[in-house]
């Protein structure tokens, strides 16, 4: 079975951070956005073994590795935020 280790990832990325964000809506339509773009910009790590998912989790499990998937996520938080497609108040945008 082939799958995208870097999901989980994201995933414990969003159950972290998204307390921080009180302006972000949270519904099920947000928070598959903010999975969605976070996961389009971060590599993905395709593993079709338990050998390559323990290589790749020990090398996601890095701090380095790990920055970049927090900084993509706050990045998806704070843009879906500002423009939510659910139609939820969102924070706007200042000129």
């Given at each position: 079975?082939?799958?995208?280790?870097?999901?989980?990832?994201?995933?414990?990325?969003?159950?972290?951070?998204?307390?921080?964000?009180?302006?972000?809506?949270?519904?099920?339509l947000?928070?598959?956005?903010?999975?969605?773009?976070?996961?389009?910009?971060?590599?993905?790590?395709?593993?079709?073994?338990?050998?390559?998912?323990?290589?790749?989790?020990?090398?996601?499990?890095?701090?380095?590795?790990?920055?970049?998937?927090?900084?993509?996520?706050?990045?998806?938080?704070?843009?879906?935020?500002?423009?939510?497609?659910?139609?939820?108040?969102?924070?706007?945008?200042?000129?």
């Amino acid at each position: 079975m082939i799958r995208n280790v870097g999901e989980d990832h994201v995933s414990a990325a969003y159950q972290t951070l998204r307390g921080k964000f009180p302006d972000f809506c949270g519904c099920d339509l947000c928070r598959d956005d903010v999975l969605v773009f976070t996961l389009n910009r971060i590599p993905p790590r395709y593993v079709s073994s338990l050998t390559g998912s323990v290589v790749t989790e020990i090398n996601l499990d890095r701090d380095q590795n790990r920055a970049g998937i927090d900084v993509a996520m706050m990045d998806a938080l704070r843009r879906i935020s500002l423009a939510p497609r659910c139609g939820g108040k969102g924070k706007k945008r200042e000129p």
